[in-house]
């Protein structure tokens, strides 16, 4: 039933059996505070673990005084302890925070508001506190709605931490038992280079051509997929399908086969979940949502981590009928779901990314950075190519073999980039992916010109000490 | 699969079959509003919805200008809009509010604080966004810990709204299967009288006798569920129990047998998780816990509701073994849990449960209502007896038969109830328990000598109507 050798450690963790040696006097203190209230069970980043004091806009201010450049975090969209944010919910906490089983106005101004940025059929939503509270929702009604069970994932995916959403979850490992309904599809292979490197879009001419030669190798896959789970008696309930394919190695190219995905998992009966915890609300680049980028109808949409800049607040945006089935059933009650200092702050974060342009912006940013990084790093022997859909990059650290088809993913140098970093330019990015070899760059969506100044100032660094090379 | 006529009904809800016409302009627009995006999925209260616009206390301003006696919400403990939550939220805001893989001071603060109102056993905590989230964090933790599978719950209960947590929630009815390593215990007969009326604590003398009656009667059905999931296969992997049983009837009766309870489950190989949502936080009356009214030595407690007065925030209490076992095999990340904002909202909750006395004053405002509204309605027709702990009380409704014994639980006759005082009364409760048939009186724990008053002056109305005769 469980297997401590499946288990998958959390990328650029902290090793806990390593001692508390490298660190300084402060950071060790804390660490060891910190094991006596929250155990093992909570990973740590970095060799040396942050201690966080403070943050504004990509800033965080460390316990050390150190300014950090924060090219990771996804959560605090519109920026850290954003003003805008703040006096939302400070006013909301100031008038009533009940929940939904009142009429409330809170909930439906927001509500409105979000199904707006959908097509059409996507026209009602459900408030949860979480990424992993919205798709574990969107499981159960995908259940209930089609009749069957099977659920479809990519080989790497990660869509969250309740007992159903991590049962289908790969990137845990295999510590843990998979559901018995999964079938899984591997995409990586197809995906790596299906737009080249340095753009990732898969824009233009040759974005229809990418999205045919992906098709022609992944439609047969998931097609076997679901062939398995109607053999083995489940049906197809869905496919969950993460926009960027964060945890598979940071995927979003060959814009148009998500749509392909769509109709084949629509001719078997089950419906395409969108989980757009990681992609959604204008990351991607030029477009809200990731399965806007493929053109793709999505059945339900899943939305969590930027939602709130931070306040927890999750949704399930879907196709009436689809939770009209649902509700014959059972009911569904959130008690916290669509509170109104959530939906406060959910709102306040529409406003910044309509005032500050950030889908516009993510775009072309995001391109700047794919642009920019790719320059610096060509040529460099372990550069094993760039990946991008707006501010969502992917570096892939190889072990910079001479015959450059057999270079292999580097986790360990891929490590040592990621740490020298935070302690040497005080800049925070992560890794990801198959070995974790895939760097991770992901900044709130406020970054700007001056902040990638400094970003690739630091990475020019790195290369002249010769850790993107053998 | 599924079964749309064993789909339970939220208590009190409001029937969106029977359409708008009893609701005024402003409550039928807003409900039209809301069905258009939140579609059927989203349950109201009462068979007039109420609109809340602002609250303070324990008192929610309606949009009709009226001021609402809250004697329902549970969430808001510390009372509405409650000006030094608002403050920690807001400063904290204004610093930074990031997630626990890097070090944070907040986190620690704390966690520090919270466990130390646990016995010692109790050493560590992970914190999740919701009951739910904890509840089925809890059970799949209990579940590698022990190496079993098999789930125990008393009959009527719930424990949230994930996968999982609600496969073990017979309470949701039978619209969706239950777990097939659930077995469930019918307690309400046992506990229903455990106490005699009116106080339901089950102390002094009577106490022992009583916690030994109510064990004679539940512990051979325990034993039997516990011998029904050995037989099938599953093992014990524990008992999960909501402390004060609200939507089993509010049964917090005869304290001390939830101890003959765990070491029952123990001697299994089980363990005893503490549902503490709803019991937690000083709203049992004289405890911070639910479990501590029994002397029970839990293993796991599972947290929600109340700790940060609206802000999601949840927590899940372990020994440490437990969490060492779940870590071995699989890692635990949660996005938003232990954020800063969170845990300042938790922090400042236990400022003002400490502040204002709110564990003793739980107790003592509890024992006042159970008196005088016992002494309102002891011998009116439809009173069916009164339990409580704390500040957590359930009356029940009966058809008034004229032979007592035969006396049966009235749901309509409770409803009735429940819309009079929020019509005419301004008076907010709900229901709970089989037939929905048992007022459910649980209002903010800041609950005055003057609210207290104004409450018992509603139901003295109430009886001069003749809603509590037949």
Redesign the interface.
């Known amino acids: 039933?469980?297997?401590?050798q499946?288990?998958?450690?959390?990328a650029n963790g902290f090793d806990f059996s390593h001692g508390l040696e490298g660190l300084d006097a402060d950071?060790a203190a804390?660490?060891r505070?910190?094991q006596?209230?929250?155990?093992?069970?909570?990973?740590?980043?970095y060799n040396r673990?942050?201690?966080?004091?403070?943050?504004s806009g990509v800033h965080?201010?460390g316990?050390d005084g150190a300014d950090y450049l924060d090219c990771y975090?996804n959560?605090?969209c519109v920026g850290?302890?954003n003003?805008h944010?703040?006096q939302a919910?400070?006013d909301q906490?100031?008038?009533?925070?009940?929940?939904?089983?009142?009429?409330?106005?809170e909930?439906?101004d927001y509500?409105?508001r979000l199904?707006a940025t959908f097509p059409g059929a996507i026209?009602?939503?459900?408030f949860t506190?979480?990424?992993?509270?919205s798709n574990?929702?969107a499981?159960?009604m995908a259940?209930?709605a089609t009749?069957h069970?099977g659920v479809v994932v990519t080989q790497g995916a990660y869509h969250g931490?309740?007992?159903?959403v991590?049962s289908v979850s790969p990137s845990?490992?295999t510590?843990?038992p998979l559901a018995p309904f999964l079938a899984t599809v591997r995409v990586d292979d197809a995906l790596h280079d299906a737009d080249g490197l340095g753009d990732g879009t898969g824009d233009g001419a040759d974005g229809a051509a990418a999205s045919d030669a992906v098709w022609a190798v992944l439609g047969p896959r998931f097609n076997q997929a679901f062939d398995a789970l109607e053999h083995g008696g489940y049906g197809v309930s869905c496919v969950l399908i993460d926009e960027v394919m964060s945890s598979d190695g940071i995927l979003p190219g060959a814009r148009g086969w998500i749509a392909r995905l769509a109709d084949a998992v629509h001719a078997r009966g089950g419906l395409l979940i969108s989980d757009e915890v990681q992609a959604g609300f204008g990351r991607m680049g030029g477009v809200m949502w990731g399965f806007q980028r493929h053109g793709a109808e999505a059945d339900i949409v899943t939305m969590?981590?930027p939602m709130g800049?931070?306040?927890?607040?999750g949704g399930v945006a879907y196709r009436?009928p689809i939770?009209?089935a649902?509700?014959?059933?059972?009911?569904?009650?959130?008690?916290?779901g669509?509170?109104p200092?959530?939906m406060r702050a959910a709102g306040a974060v529409l406003d910044e990314i309509e005032r500050l342009g950030l889908v516009a912006h993510a775009r072309d940013m995001g391109d700047r950075l794919a642009r920019d990084l790719s320059e610096i790093l060509e040529g460099h022997e372990r550069f094993g190519g760039l990946r991008h859909a707006g501010l969502f990059l992917g570096i892939d650290v190889t072990d910079g073999a001479d015959d450059g088809g057999a270079a292999q993913p580097d986790g360990a140098a891929a490590r040592a980039i990621v740490n020298a970093l935070r302690d040497d330019e005080h800049v925070l990015i992560s890794s990801a992916g198959p070995g974790d070899a895939v760097l991770k760059v992901r900044p709130p969506l406020v970054f700007d010109d001056s902040d990638a100044d400094r970003l690739l100032e630091a990475v020019r660094h790195i290369c002249e000490r010769g850790l993107f090379d053998r």
């Open positions: 039933m469980k297997n401590a499946g288990r998958k450690s959390v950071e804390v660490v505070r910190r006596k209230v929250l155990g093992t069970m909570g990973p740590l980043f673990p942050l201690h966080v004091i403070s943050g965080l201010r316990a975090n959560v605090a850290h302890s003003p944010v703040r919910v400070a906490l100031g008038r009533q925070n009940t929940h939904s089983r009142y009429l409330q106005d909930v439906l509500a409105e199904l026209d009602h939503v459900a506190n979480s990424g992993s509270e574990d929702l499981l159960r259940r209930v009749g069970m931490i309740t007992s159903l991590s845990f490992g510590g843990l969590g981590k800049n931070g306040i927890p607040v009436h939770g009209d649902f509700a014959a059933c059972t009911r569904y009650f959130n008690t916290f669509g509170n200092v959530s």
